[in-house]
């Protein structure tokens, strides 16, 4: 499966933005994606996650502000980004991994970079 990251940019504290991840190739119908991201000198962390049946985890530091979604019929996951602090800035990565019986299938994709300024 290859995954295609994109929508991250700068923006000022308190805005907004709208990440997208594309998903091709041998996607089965049992998987979860999910969004991490890396921040300067930091260890990668999961964000938010989502299960082909729609099922989210939303980590409490970004709950409330952060949206996952996703679309099925374009293998297409989303991150609704909102009151954007500069402790957000990081680089983005997704995520895809299936979730029937093993061995578990994970793919990456390229990281997308988000900057917020105070």
């Known amino acids: 499966v290859q995954l295609q990251a994109s929508g991250g940019g700068l923006v000022q504290a308190g805005g907004s933005l709208r990440l997208s991840c594309a998903a091709s190739?041998?996607?089965?119908?049992?998987?979860?994606m999910g969004w991490y991201r890396q921040g300067p000198g930091q260890d990668r962390e999961l964000v938010a996650a989502?299960?082909?049946?729609?099922?989210?985890n939303v980590v409490s530091s970004v709950k409330g502000r952060f949206t996952i979604s996703r679309d099925n019929a374009k293998n297409t996951m989303y991150l609704q980004m909102t009151s954007l602090k500069p402790e957000d800035t990081a680089v983005y990565f997704c995520?895809?991994?299936?979730?029937?019986?093993?061995?578990?299938?994970?793919?990456w994709g390229q990281g997308t970079q988000v900057t917020v300024s105070s």
């Open positions: 190739g041998n996607i089965v119908s049992d998987n979860a």
């Open positions: 995520k895809y991994w299936t979730t029937a019986m093993p061995p578990q299938y994970i793919s």
């Open positions: 989502i299960t082909s049946g729609g099922r989210t």
